[in-house]
Nanobody, 122 residues
């Protein structure tokens, strides 16, 4: 089993940037494909980005493509989400997730962090 802890969230003005981190413990992160999801109040959890365990292939939701970048450092057991040109509609709790296969739906992933709040003011 792997434990995930997100960090790096906060309050930022529109157009600003944040870098989220997801640190893993318990098992080597390199054994898992990883995803980032977000959930705004009253909305379903939605896919943001995903990366294969090698780091060679990435996937993005259309809403964040060109603004967000997912990356990983398996030696540090950490996955990152670099978020630029933030918009108020990016406001949500952001979760990282680990799974045996990569996907864009929450049920694909087996392990989840507790989430970190990102608030973008206009």
């Amino acid at each position: 089993q792997v434990q995930l802890v997100e960090s790096g969230g906060g309050l930022v003005q529109a157009g600003g940037s944040l870098r989220l981190s997801c640190a893993a413990s318990g098992r080597t992160l390199g054994n898992y494909d990883m995803g980032w999801f977000r959930q705004a109040p009253g909305k379903e959890r939605e896919f943001v980005a995903a990366i294969t365990r090698s780091g060679l292939t990435t996937f993005y939701a259309d809403s964040v493509k060109g603004r967000f970048t997912i990356s990983r450092d398996n030696a540090k057991n950490t996955v990152y989400l670099e978020m630029n040109s933030l918009k108020p509609e990016d406001t949500a709790v952001y979760f990282c997730a680990a799974g045996a296969v990569i996907g864009t739906t929450p049920h694909t992933y087996n392990y989840w962090g507790q989430g970190t709040q990102v608030t973008v003011s206009s």
